[in-house]
């Protein structure tokens, strides 16, 4: 499978999403908005009042619906022609705590579209002489100088069109860096690194390789990079509230970015500067951006000041051939690609917390810009900038304005056919669709996608923030096709565990920013990037791998790192340094915090307190002792010895209550299991009231999210919920799991990416046969299971004394 990214980078507590339509506003002729520049208009204007207010219509609910749909927290957009700014609008908010609206001045991180004006920048000063793209770098760089084992020197236009073999990040100021560097100790890092490939024999997209474009202009012109580009493109434009510093005057427009894990859990992004500014670190409003766009579209002309000339604009929309005249979807600086019959030209942008699309269509004389504050979100700011623009081309054509294609959740009855491990026919690539919480998800080269049904048609399709699409068909029950590709259902059985040689490098590496999870897939080492990206590592030998030539990192040594104790504390990838993390607690260890107060001061005012008041219809409460409907499910009690996370004594007796009902339940999947030669273990059933007061207040606030608030109660109150792991009947030992049990850290998350195929599909096992009788996952914690009724019956405070009379 060769699916790859093409943008700068990708970052990969919830925080929740306000949906406020921001102040849209409107520069021109509202009766001409999409007709108003006779250049392009292939239809007259009569009628275009009604085109108008239909296209914004649809486009308004089209980002409405995405907002909503994927849980997008701000988003701004802006349409431009020729004679400037059609139409632009901001979605959602733009500060963490949803208070205040996005609109069209909201500024954006723009992340790889700060390429373009690097390289515009540049061409600008080969228009006037200045300097030759096609002359040797180090003509102008002379201390540029990574180990290049051919004879062919560098040049400024091979970075520039990602030709030049370099690696994607320097060892320093790389995308993951938060040391902020200058740009001369960025660029000097790159002479400890060897190029990947020969100059010129393959395009490898490179951060790296654009900064020393930015050192070149900086050189040239004698003053700081940030003044370069203000004084030879943002004056100009007058772009006044852009840059690679955040002013005053900018300060209140300034959108605040989020993170996604794996797991879809949002956080607030970092907000230090790159080492790579030349490669990502510019700040704009949509509105700002848009001037950019409409210089381009009047062939390097801004407001009757000449930017560029025509004819080196022209050559950098030009899309670059290898040396076998194979088209690379590249020109300089510009992606070069199509929608419908128009060419399309522009940049995609990722980084820490924003995702932003520059789009044009030179021969339309149309653009558009959208940047969203959630990072990784590149599919879907994509797609909405594409609707725009057709929607335009339809009213300047007097054409049926086309609908936004939606789609709705896999139906329930569908899912357990589907789900389930697929081997590609003709190759050695495989996917795996599962479900979790009634979302449905597809691994597919390295990306993990949502697949969801057509609204239209019913047919499965990826509706994802990374993408939208692409086919998910079946055949039959067991022949599936993912795009043009064929795969075909293998038994999903337990895997064998991972080769003892590679169970200490398997872990997180890096920061919680952007971390590099080193796991086993199907018998191979991988390396999941950035949240998103799962790439297979190749071994080259002991502590040894290699990247394949698709991965962002294609071709890149990976090394890992050891101490004198042969413990592993870091991974190197062409000289950039990720840490290893510490993350949980190590194989049969428990996870302990230290209370933030004494255990036995909260028990005495625990039990002195009253549950919350309950109103409505519940029913009678029925506790049985789980053991006593069937005695070959495992107890370990754990709050009854100190073997806990507070490491104290909550239960004088070990004993696994739960409503009668939920008991029955599990015992049927205990029977299940049993054929299997796998039997329940439990931790914990029902729970006094007090108890579930006494985690609460002993837990500091950092960690709240594995305790419950006892002002609610919890699900354990009411007797509905379980915690549990699975056994292997023989040895009667706990089968391994990515977490253990209590484990106050992102492994105990149900969709947690990390450890090995064996421990995963363990932790998946479980929950798909507690899903079968009525159990559902918590969000949190792999073990933790609620029954459906759970809801209908009242906290609990009697303790296990008390029910037993003992």
């Not at 002729?29 to 219509?57: C, P, R």
């Not at 100190?642 to 239960?651: H, K, L, P, S």
Request: one cysteine or more; hydrophobic letters at 35%.
């Amino acid at each position: 499978m060769n699916y790859t990214r093409t943008c700068w980078s990708v970052g990969v507590a919830l925080l929740a999403s306000a949906l406020l339509a921001g102040g849209a506003h409107f520069l021109g002729d509202k009766a001409f908005l999409f007709a108003q520049d006779k250049a392009i208009a292939e239809g007259d204007a009569t009628g275009s009042e009604t085109l108008h207010e239909n296209a914004v219509q649809k486009l308004e609910a089209a980002i409405s619906y995405e907002m909503e749909q994927k849980n997008l927290p701000g988003l701004s957009i802006a349409l431009v022609n020729r004679n400037g700014v059609l139409w632009s609008s901001g979605f959602g908010s733009k500060d963490l705590k949803g208070e205040t609206p996005c609109d069209s001045e909201t500024i954006y991180r723009l992340g790889s579209v700060s390429k373009l004006f690097t390289d515009l920048a540049v061409m600008k000063l080969a228009d006037e002489g200045k300097l030759d793209i096609d002359a040797p770098v180090t003509d102008i760089l002379p201390s540029f100088q990574p180990e290049n084992p051919t004879d062919k020197p560098i040049t400024l236009r091979m970075l520039m069109s990602h030709r030049s073999g370099i690696v994607r990040e320097p060892p320093v100021g790389s995308y993951y860096d938060a040391s902020e560097p200058a740009l001369e100790e960025t660029v000097a890092s790159l002479n400890e690194t060897k190029l990947v490939y020969p100059p010129e024999t393959k395009t490898k997209y490179s951060n790296a390789g654009i900064t020393v474009v930015g050192l070149a202009l900086q050189e040239v012109l004698g003053k700081p990079y940030p003044e370069c580009l203000r004084d030879e493109l943002l004056n100009p434009l007058e772009m006044n509230q852009s840059g690679f510093e955040v002013t005053d005057s900018m300060k209140p427009d300034v959108a605040q970015g989020r993170l996604q894990t794996f797991e879809r859990i949002q956080f607030p992004a970092p907000t230090f500067s790159l080492g790579i500014d030349p490669a990502g670190g510019l700040r704009a409003s949509m509105v700002d951006l848009a001037k950019f766009v409409q210089c381009i579209l009047n062939d390097g002309v801004y407001h009757g000041k000449r930017i560029i000339s025509a004819k080196l604009l022209e050559e950098m929309m030009a899309e670059q051939v290898d040396e076998s005249g194979e088209p690379q979807q590249f020109g300089i600086g510009f992606d070069i690609s199509r929608l419908d019959d128009n060419k399309k030209v522009g940049h995609a942008g990722a980084v820490y917390g924003f995702s932003t699309q520059l789009s044009a269509l030179p021969e339309r004389g149309l653009g558009v810009v959208a940047s969203c504050s959630l990072d990784n979100t590149n599919g879907v700011v994509d797609r909405l900038a594409d609707y725009a623009l057709r929607l335009v081309i339809a009213a300047q054509n007097g054409s049926t304005l086309p609908e936004y294609q939606t789609t709705v959740p896999v139906p329930t009855e569908r899912v357990p056919d589907i789900i389930g491990l697929y081997q590609e026919v003709d190759g050695d690539g495989w996917s795996r669709i599962n479900e979790i919480d009634g979302k449905v998800t597809v691994s597919y080269g390295p990306v993990h996608f949502i697949v969801r049904a057509s609204a239209d048609d019913g047919n499965l399709v990826v509706d994802d923030v990374f993408g939208f699409g692409l086919p998910v068909n079946f055949q039959s029950h067991d022949d599936l096709t993912i795009g043009d590709e064929k795969f075909r259902r293998v038994p999903d059985t337990c895997p064998e565990d991972a080769p003892e040689k590679w169970k200490d490098l398997i872990g997180e590496y890096g920061e919680e920013h952007s971390p590099v999870y080193i796991r086993e897939v199907n018998g191979q080492l991988h390396a999941l990037v950035e949240y998103l990206f799962d790439y297979p590592l190749s071994e080259l030998g002991t502590d040894r791998f290699t990247y394949n030539e698709h991965a962002m990192s294609g071709g890149e040594g990976v090394e890992f790192v050891r101490d004198s104790d042969g413990k592993v504390t870091a991974v190197v990838s062409s000289g950039v340094v990720f840490p290893r993390r510490e993350v949980g607690t190590e194989k049969g260890e428990t996870f302990k915090i230290t209370p933030i107060r004494p255990v036995e001061e909260l028990r005495v005012e625990a039990l002195q307190a009253s549950p919350p008041e309950e109103s409505g219809n519940f029913r009678e409460t029925d506790l049985v002792e789980v053991v006593e409907l069937d005695d070959s499910v495992q107890l370990d009690i754990r709050y009854a010895t100190d073997n806990n996370f507070m490491g104290a004594v909550f239960y004088k007796q070990p004993r696994a209550y739960m409503q009668r009902p939920a008991a029955e339940a599990l015992v049927r999947v205990q029977k299940r299991l049993k054929e299997e030669g796998l039997g329940l273990q439990i931790f914990d059933a029902y729970r006094p009231w007090y108890v579930t007061k006494m985690f609460w207040e002993a837990t500091p606030g950092k960690l709240k999210d594995f305790v419950a608030n006892p002002q609610y109660g919890s699900r354990h109150n009411r007797g509905c919920a379980v915690d549990l792991t699975l056994v292997d009947i023989a040895s009667g030992v706990e089968v391994p799991m990515v977490a253990g049990y209590d484990e106050f850290s992102s492994r105990s998350y149900p969709e947690y990416p990390g450890g090995t195929s064996r421990q995963r599909w363990f932790r998946d096992h479980l929950r798909r046969a507690m899903e079968r009788e009525g159990f559902t996952v918590y969000e949190f914690e792999w073990w933790h299971f609620d029954y459906r009724d759970w809801k209908k019956y009242r906290i609990g405070n009697q303790t296990f004394e008390e029910m037993t009379g003992q």
